[in-house]
């Protein structure tokens, strides 16, 4: 397979998906709740999914899909090589509020895990943040580097929140412990977006979770193809938890993390 068409492709699909999220943002939404109050869909993020989906699967009709909005297309996920991650929008709760930070985020890796191609695409900004397993990342074709910033007290740092209330303190302790040694403190909305700026500068590090493969695996490669570092809170593989940074703070904040506690 050849992973630069692969990527071309992938961006015109995220682009058409965009296209059709823009249609339903800041107009009336009818929220889906799946499992909490604060866990829920609109009719956008249900069709983007099929839109990407189906043009996926008209190109790769041999791969798997995972979708955030029902997913399990394709091939079968027992005999399928290929297997692509969709976030049809990433930020769904600032959409639904009409505030303009979201994503589309979709990611391909093969059988084992390993990633090979990572788009996420900005509808508002018209920014299409991209990589592909050793070619680097870019942002609309300029390629992306992460900062070169070696102090934490000069540090853009970003974190989340889940929409799992059942834990009230959750991630607080961590914000708490970063609050009085970074430069700043964000928190976007975006983990897809989130991790895209932290492999263009903008951010210096990022911490969340849980998260989902389809809300950071595209963001993952995109920051690790522009020079950056990313582990789960432990400094291991990703899995649900994930600092992702520009690597000279990576060491430091894996100590904050495991020094504050949820
Ligand atoms: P979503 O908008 O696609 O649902 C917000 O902090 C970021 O984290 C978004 O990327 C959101 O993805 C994701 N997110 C928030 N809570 C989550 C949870 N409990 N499980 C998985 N992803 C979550
Ligand atoms: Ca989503």
Known sequence: MNLQVVRGTVTGIAYQAGQEVMRYFNQPHELETKGSAFDFATEADVASERLISDALLAAFPDHHLVGEEGGGRG????SAEYFWFVDPIDGTSNFASGIPFFSISIALTDRAGDLLVGVVYNPVAQKVFSAERGQGATLNGQPLQ???NTALDQAMLCSG????RSNPRYNINRWMAFLPLARGLRRFGSAAL???WVAAGR?????????????????MLIVQEAGGKVSDY????????ILAS???LHDQMLQIIAAAGD
């Not at 091939?75 to 027992?78: D, G, K, R």
């Not at 951010?203 to 963001?219: F, H, K, Q």
């Not at 432990?234 to 938890?241: L, M, S, Y």
Request: hydrophobic residues 30%.
């Open 75 to 78: 091939a079968p996920a027992e």
């Open 146 to 148: 992460v900062s070169g």
């Open 161 to 164: 929140f889940p929409y799992d």
């Open 194 to 196: 989130e991790l895209c």
């Open 203 to 219: 951010l210096d590090g990022y911490w969340e979770g849980p998260l989902n493969y389809w809300d950071y695996y595209a963001g």
């Open 234 to 241: 432990a400094g291991g593989k990703p899995q649900a938890e």
């Open 246 to 248: 520009n690597g000279h």
